[in-house]
């Protein structure tokens, strides 16, 4: 039962550098998210997908890319790391309205951009 | 204006007592609204939903929704040393299926429990 898997849990990445944060979850879920949450601060909205193929742009996308070839995998990839992008990641998925209603969350991936 | 906003506190109750964490949002059309707890390290942690106006209790906890007022609440009765954490009042934004399940956070409360 292992809900939603993010790898990486710690990464140091050098200012230019770029890498790729992987997210899967087995509960075939459609909705799929990306939050970043900056240390005192709440969960900000990076990057979202409602299915295999489709994706939208959260409230903080800028240096963000994303895709969702299949339903289980939403990579989240950095390119050109500034410190600015230093915070802890949080992968999650939605079970849907009619499905319990619930968001399940991975534990995190932590980056330090240096 | 935040769309979500928390006193960020730290808020200090005394074991035993009521913790009462309040949030405030500003857009009348919110239709789901959340308390999650995060514990230090860790991601957050369901502990309420609440989707209609008035009360909702679950055990200790119990969370309170004022549309009109656009303020929700969260109560913790007998407080307990392992209830200090970060609580975060969370909500989707836009009516019917629009919201795709996106949550908008507020910044989180710190709540400590003393002995």
């Known amino acids: 039962n292992a809900g939603v898997t993010q790898t990486p849990k710690f990464r140091i990445l050098k200012i230019g550098q770029s890498m790729t944060l992987q997210c899967t979850q087995d509960?075939?879920?459609?909705?799929m998210y990306w939050y970043r949450q900056d240390p005192g601060m709440g969960l900000k909205l990076i990057y979202y997908?409602?299915?295999?193929?489709?994706?939208d742009k959260g409230e903080v996308p800028n240096g963000y890319n994303v895709s969702r070839s299949t339903t289980e995998d939403f990579p989240l990839r950095l390119e050109l790391a500034a410190p600015s992008q230093t915070s802890v990641y949080f992968c999650?998925?939605?079970?849907?309205?009619?499905?319990?209603?619930?968001?399940?969350f991975g534990e995190g991936s932590w980056l330090t951009v240096v | 204006q935040k769309e979500v906003e928390q006193n960020s506190g730290p808020l200090s109750v005394p074991e035993g007592a009521i913790a009462s964490l309040n949030c405030t949002y500003s857009?009348?059309?919110?239709?789901?609204f959340f308390w999650y707890r995060q514990y230090s390290g860790k991601s957050p942690e369901l502990i309420m939903s609440?989707?209609?106006?008035g009360d909702k209790e679950d055990g200790r906890f119990t969370a309170q929704l004022n549309k009109a007022s656009q303020y929700v609440s969260l109560l913790i009765r007998d407080s307990q040393p392992s209830d200090s954490a970060t609580y975060l009042c969370?909500?989707?934004?836009?009516?019917?299926?629009?919201?795709?399940?996106?949550?908008?956070f507020g910044q989180g409360t710190i709540l400590t429990v003393h002995p």
């Open positions: 999650a998925s939605y079970s849907g309205v009619l499905s319990g209603n619930t968001i399940y």
């Open positions: 509960m075939n879920h459609n909705y």
């Open positions: 997908s409602v299915g295999a193929g489709i994706t």
């Open positions: 857009d009348r059309g919110s239709q789901s």
């Open positions: 609440i989707y209609s106006n």
């Open positions: 969370a909500l989707t934004l836009g009516a019917g299926g629009t919201s795709y399940g996106k949550l908008t």
